[in-house]
């Protein structure tokens, strides 16, 4: 059995959180997800079994905050799995933070590291929750006490920064800094502090989600044609760029699943 849903956040919480996703299966038998980098940052409560992580050879945190990643994740699942996770804008979680969230890259933080009082309430409150919706409703409160409307002006930069990335995959570092207006070095410090990575970093990611977008929307797109439109070099780069995040080719991907882009499809 599988119960698989996404809520969107209210009107006020919708330019900082993409959606919520709630997930419950059961299983007797155990299997394995694995996880590629998708360009957001998100904030995982587990309400249930959790899953263990093949890379790190280590279960998951209970409670997490979740930071941009440069590769592939395989994670174990058995028993019953029930998870709720909000997943940030790709400029939108910093608000919410009182450190640069690039300081959760390739990691996940467990909710009591982070010494806030409201949080650990949070998650207590989750997990003592049946209602998802409720649950959703305390996340919202949550996130409407913490967020910080004084980093607006740094926020508004950011948002045009990533709507030029995500329509133009080749543009150069410097004419991303002087889109919002920063020096080259201003640029990357507030950059990563707000979106969780460096902007190349970024990029590649943002470049692989367009590549899995064309290859979900256009079956019909042979590799040059994907590495072309995707942004890349040529197909070597692209072939090198799918091993790194997701561990298969373009070819052997198909093989294993249908081709999603988490990012793009779901762009509000």
């Known amino acids: 059995m599988e ?5 969107y956040p209210s009107p006020a919480l919708a330019p900082y959180i993409r959606y ?4 419950r299966t059961e299983s007797n038998q155990p299997g394995t997800e694995r996880i590629i980098p998708t360009g957001c940052i998100s904030m995982i ?9 093949e890379n790190r050879q280590d279960y998951q945190p209970r409670n997490f905050i979740c930071g941009l990643s440069d ?3 395989n994670l174990i699942t058995s028993g019953t799995t029930e998870m709720l996770v909000v997943v940030f804008q790709p400029f939108g979680a910093k608000p919410f ?8 890259y390739n990691d996940s933080v467990p909710v009591e590291d982070m010494e806030n009082v409201l949080l650990d309430d949070l998650q207590k ?15 919202e409160d949550y996130l409407m006490k913490k967020l910080n409307r004084t980093a607006d002006y740094n926020y508004k930069r950011m948002s045009a920064v990533i709507n030029r990335i995500n329509v133009n995959p080749q543009a150069s570092i410097q004419s991303l800094a002087d889109t919002a207006c920063l020096s080259y070095k201003q640029f990357g410090r507030i950059f990563a502090g707000y979106v969780g990575a460096r902007p190349k970093e970024f990029s590649r990611v943002i470049r692989f989600q367009r590549a ?13 044609r994907l590495a072309f439109e995707s942004g890349y070099y040529d197909q070597p780069h692209l ?4 091993k790194a995040f997701a561990g298969y080719t373009p070819a052997e991907l198909i093989s294993v699943c249908p081709p999603y882009s988490d990012y793009f499809s779901t762009l509000r």
């Open 45 to 53: 409560f587990h309400k249930a079994n959790l899953l263990f992580s």
């Open 71 to 73: 590769g592939y994740t």
């Open 20 to 23: 919520y996703w709630y997930l």
């Open 97 to 104: 933070f009182s450190v640069p969230v690039n300081e959760f």
């Open 239 to 242: 072939i090198r760029e799918f």
């Open 3 to 7: 119960i698989f849903d996404i809520i």
């Open 125 to 139: 409150r989750i997990q003592d929750e049946p209602d998802r919706m409720l649950c959703i409703s305390y996340i």
């Open 212 to 224: 899995l977008y064309l290859m979900q929307t256009h079956t019909d797109f042979n590799l040059t």
